[in-house]
């Protein structure tokens, strides 16, 4: 694959953060202004801006400067659009879809071209080129990423444009945005937008996290906003549901939203007051509210929806907290468990006694009665569940009181224990996940609140002879991550639960099923890691193994990279970003607090995790 261009026909310039004044046609003035080559382009302190077509401009500069303006920071690309005849211009639809390649686009003649697009350009009237390339993803119309390794081409034309003919433009230009990788990290940021699972318990509304790519440097509350009004992505169907009327949007003639000096946004929506109940209003801003956490420039702490006839309602964090049924405040930190030396379930604190012997926890799997190679705790803490210490049965017991040793009926008849069943996983529902990893029968299970009869459940997508062989559930029940068998390779696949029926009569199938690091040929252990976010230890083709973030969608967010440490065969982190990861390594049980290094907790002990 070639490299990235060199040639500055159009061309960028890069300026200073400091140096920099509104509009995308003004230029700074102070500080130096340069061509732009990969090595300056990446440098957070330098903003880089397109450059207009120069007069006389060949039909390869034209091109070449037109992909290199779409790599600029250009409101609306109004750079990029120079390069356009007029109609043209009028007619491109930039945030039609995105597509990112391993390098930028590479423009050639295509071959077999008509005497009058190809040859002696001084004496044609159109030209033509074919731009190619290798794909790393599209991003669609809602900002949803999808990854891709298909092979980009794509044609682009030319014609004579001015009173004289003179001047070449692009009269058909590619589909939306085609820039390469780097650039595309440089310039889009991964934002969750945030819509409520459409099945829901009793005082609990788990939200669903949905990433989306938003323009770095644009406006990105308004983006953000315009995002959760477009609706779930297609990926999630009908997993998960939005608050917010169908085809409502912003009210016409608003341009831009900011918070107040009081950290309050106040957001026009074209809808009349009776048409939104007081309910759907607070989940409507308890939507906006979550979305825009995850903005390092937002401020908001509090949300008012107005309406074409006036206040809709008004809505804080705290409030919002109580909609989805996490309660006003601070919330209680999860333990953090493992596994001793004697096969009993521990948690980190017991570890820290005075005479430092960590103590078991409450109940059976605590006590030794049943020695375990695996566990799991519920997300709510009060119950655990066990694999065996052979790998062939599941247990589940209270974490109170002396509790109950109760067999589930999950049982795996693998002749080889390697093979038998993998560690459980609780999801956001109570509900409880294992797979049997045996390859004469692989199937991967579901223990409805961890006490109903086992079901197995069809994974959609699965190829023939894949096998999964680890499990994580989601804390919002939509979503599961599957670490899956294919051939000599293990990747990451995540699922989308689809349940239909009420209660006893619940069912539950597997579908959508999507390469979540596809950049990993080779995963060892993974966990997820907050809204959309996993951590995981895998290996590039012909690379090391190494720790990492990856997204629910298959992108890699941006200071992904995790510290090394050798031989990782589990990895667990909360929903928390501020709590550790958690990890088993050559070194026995280690944890990562944030901004530090690693540090050891027990040289003995294995498997741990956090609920879930």
């Not at 009776?274 to 949300?303: N, P, W």
């Amino acid at each position: 694959m070639p490299g990235p261009r060199r040639r500055w026909g159009g061309g960028l310039v890069l300026a200073t953060v400091g140096a920099l004044v509104a509009g995308c046609a003004s230029m700074p003035d102070s500080g130096d202004v340069q061509p732009v080559d990969s090595s300056t382009r990446n440098d957070p302190r330098v903003r880089v801006f397109g450059v207009a077509p120069r007069d006389g401009a060949r039909p390869l500069e034209v091109v070449d400067g037109f992909l290199e303006a779409l790599t600029s920071e250009d409101r609306d690309y109004a750079v990029a659009r120079k390069y356009l005849t007029e109609k043209a211009s009028r007619d491109w639809r930039p945030g039609s879809r995105t597509t990112v390649l391993t390098n930028s686009a590479v423009p050639a003649p295509p071959r077999g071209t008509p005497p009058n697009e190809a040859g002696d350009a001084d004496q044609a009237t159109s030209y033509t080129y074919v731009l190619t390339g290798k794909k790393v993803a599209t991003v669609d119309d809602r900002l949803s990423y999808h990854p891709s390794d298909a092979t980009y081409q794509e044609t682009v034309r030319l014609v004579r444009t001015g009173k004289d003919k003179q001047e070449w433009r692009i009269d058909r230009p590619p589909t939306g945005v085609v820039l390469g990788k780097i650039d595309f990290q440089r310039l889009y940021w991964p934002v969750n937008k945030y819509y409520f699972a459409a099945r829901t318990e009793a005082g609990r509304e788990p939200l669903v996290a949905d990433p989306v790519y938003i323009r770095s440097w644009e406006d990105s509350v308004t983006q953000t906003v315009k995002a959760v009004l477009d609706g779930p992505s297609s990926w999630l169907g009908g997993a998960a549901r939005s608050s917010f009327p169908d085809g409502i949007a912003l009210r016409r003639g608003t341009t831009a939203l900011a918070p107040d000096d009081d950290n309050r946004l106040t957001v026009p929506l074209d809808v009349n007051r009776g048409d939104v109940s007081a309910a759907a209003c607070r989940e409507m801003a308890t939507q906006l509210l979550y979305s825009l956490r995850d903005l390092a420039s937002s401020s908001v702490k509090t949300v008012e929806l107005r309406g074409d006839d006036g206040s809709l309602c008004t809505l804080d964090e705290d409030e919002a907290d109580v909609v989805v049924g996490r309660g006003a405040g601070k919330q209680e930190q999860p333990d953090q468990y493992y596994l001793d030396k004697d096969h009993r379930l521990v948690n980190f604190d017991s570890a820290d006694r005075a005479d430092g012997v960590p103590a078991g926890v409450p109940g059976p799997l605590g006590t030794g009665e049943q020695e375990l190679r695996s566990a799991a705790v519920s997300r709510d803490e009060k119950y655990a569940a066990g694999v065996s210490l052979n790998g062939d049965r599941l247990f589940v017991s209270a974490l109170a009181g002396t509790g109950e040793l109760r067999f589930t009926g999950v049982r795996s008849k693998a002749a080889d224990e390697k093979n038998r069943l993998s560690t459980p996983s609780w999801d956001g529902f109570g509900d409880l996940w294992v797979a049997d990893t045996d390859p004469d029968d692989p199937r991967l299970m579901w223990v409805r609140k961890g006490s109903a009869d086992p079901v197995e459940v069809k994974v959609a997508g699965l190829g023939e002879g894949d096998r999964i062989e680890a499990v994580r559930a989601s804390s919002d029940g939509v979503r599961i991550a599957l670490l899956v068998r294919e051939g000599k390779r293990t990747t990451l696949r995540i699922g989308r639960v689809e349940r239909v029926g009420e209660g006893e009569a619940t069912k539950v199938a597997v579908g959508g099923l999507r390469a979540a690091a596809p950049q990993l040929e080779e995963v060892t252990a993974m966990s997820w890691a907050g809204g959309s976010r996993l951590v995981v230890a895998g290996r590039e083709e012909g690379g090391v193994r190494q720790l990492q973030y990856v997204l629910s969608d298959g992108s890699v967010p941006p200071k992904s990279s995790l510290p090394g440490v050798n031989g990782v065969t589990d990895i667990a982190a909360a929903d928390d970003p501020g709590l550790p990861l958690i990890a088993h390594s050559s070194d026995g049980i280690v944890r990562l607090p944030a901004g530090m290094n690693w540090e050891t907790v027990s040289r003995q002990g294995t498997a741990p995790f956090y609920p879930g």
